[in-house]
């Protein structure tokens, strides 16, 4: 199957900062990423859609100055936590599929950010 | 509003046991109904499914997929302590590659 990597696993930094997470589908090209969160013992929950070569769209709830995503190649979406805070802590996920029609969609190993 | 509603939200059986994971959903435009199974990382990506009542398998794991009553199952036979884990059930809509995705089960499986 497609693969799709994450870095880093895992990050762990200071209230205030920014944190970057890269996200890349290694065998296939994607002008669609998914960038997910998930909460301990809860389901993924959707943040936003990253699309190659213009603006990401963002659900509803989740601030677009806070979580900026770039997806700058047709292999490569990047989330950026900004100014982050002990409640920015969670498991994030990217997902990209190999857009053929069939929709399946591929995960990232997942990044476990932690803000002290 | 779409949605996907995933039972038992838990489980748990021993080993040898068959287990019946259940998926309904209500969504405009179904596309295609997924099942994922989620150990200590992200998910890894089990079966798609897009047209009704053909069987996909792929070792102990099974699934089928109703379009007419909305609802797809998973069947995992002669479970293992490795089955043990979340099973997502997500729902793919035409017009974007979105997924939208139940609770989970989480399966227990004891020696």
């Known amino acids: 199957g497609a693969v799709v990597s994450q870095h880093p696993s895992r990050v762990i930094c200071k209230s205030g900062t920014s944190v970057k997470i890269e996200c890349r589908s290694l065998?296939?090209?994607?002008?669609?990423m998914f960038w997910y969160r998930q909460f301990p013992k809860q389901s993924l929950m959707l943040m936003a859609t990253s699309n190659e070569g213009s603006k990401a769209t963002y659900e509803q709830g989740v601030e677009k100055d806070k979580f900026l995503i770039n997806h700058a190649s047709l292999t490569l979406s990047t989330l950026t936590v900004t100014s982050a805070h002990p409640e920015d802590s969670s498991f994030y996920i990217c997902s990209a599929g190999p857009g053929t029609g069939d929709y399946e969609q591929y995960f990232g190993p997942g990044t476990r950010l932690t803000v002290t | 509003e779409d949605k996907v509603v995933q039972s038992p939200l838990s489980l748990v059986v021993h080993e040898g046991d068959t287990v019946t994971l259940n998926c309904s959903y209500e969504?405009?435009?179904?596309?295609?109904l997924l099942w994922y199974k989620q150990e200590k990382k992200a998910p890894t990506f089990l079966f798609m499914l897009?047209?009704?009542?053909i069987e996909k398998k792929s070792g102990r794991l099974s699934s089928i997929l109703d379009k007419k009553e909305l609802f797809s199952i998973l069947n995992i036979t002669a479970t293992q302590t490795g089955d043990s884990a979340i099973y997502l059930c997500a729902v793919g809509v035409i017009s974007n590659e979105k997924l939208v995705f139940g609770k989970g089960t989480k399966l227990t499986v004891n020696p």
């Open positions: 065998d296939f090209q994607a002008t669609t």
């Open positions: 897009t047209s009704s009542g």
């Open positions: 969504v405009t435009n179904f596309r295609s």
